[in-house]
């Protein structure tokens, strides 16, 4: 769940950032816009809590991180008991071993157990970088679709709706795209799939 809810921030902010950027290239004045006010139709949003649901793509990404998730969670789980098997066998043992054996053992299990926090440290980080590629890619997928469904459509500029989200606090409802988009960016990676 908090993997799942640090993705959509993410992909909150980078999108909300993109939108911005790409105003700001428009080349249009401020002035110019807000003395003559916003044309009909020229300024949009996206529902992003329906979109980060119902994007094709998202719902794979989220797959494929849940799954590369649950992967390394057993492969760190498995080698966990392995090391707790073998630490038990030596606290059974400990009283008939010599002083000799002891000490190795000892010296043995603590690099082992050194090993095992550095690959569990290891996975953990690996996991957050394949986050951020697959973030920084659903990011990239939107923010290009989006430039290109503004074109389609005359739209100066596309914002982003989310619950809670204090920076967009009420939207006429006759500016939410979010069904038009979600279905037309949900067609392109249908075709980018195939």
């Known amino acids: 769940m908090k993997i799942k809810a640090s993705i959509v921030k993410l992909t909150i902010g980078l999108l909300a950032a993109g939108s911005l950027a790409a105003c700001n290239k428009s080349g249009s004045s401020t002035n110019a816009a807000s003395s003559s006010g916003p044309v009909s139709g020229q300024i949009v949003f996206i529902n992003q809590d329906t979109l980060m ?5 998202a719902k794979d990404m989220r797959k494929r991180l849940d799954d590369k998730g649950a992967a390394a969670k057993n492969d760190v789980g498995s080698k966990q008991q392995a090391f ?7 606290q059974k043992n400990v009283n008939t071993m010599s002083a000799n054996e002891r000490s190795m053992t000892e010296q043995r299990l603590q690099r082992e157990n050194q090993e095992l926090q550095q690959y569990s440290q290891s996975a953990g980080a690996d996991f957050q970088n394949t986050q951020a590629d697959e973030s920084k890619k659903l990011y990239d997928k939107i923010y290009t679709f989006t430039k290109q469904y503004a074109k389609d459509n005359g ?23 979010t069904t ?3 279905k037309k960016i949900n067609d392109a990676y249908a075709k980018d799939k195939k």
Do not use: I, W
Request: proline letters at 3%; charged letters at 25%; aromatic letters at 22%.
């Open 84 to 90: 707790q098997r073998e630490y038990a066998e030596y």
């Open 53 to 57: 649901v119902k994007y094709d793509y």
């Open 155 to 177: 739209y100066k500029m596309v914002l982003t709706f989310q619950t809670g989200n204090a920076n967009l606090l009420y939207a006429d409802p006759s500016l939410d795209v």
């Open 180 to 182: 038009d988009f979600v």
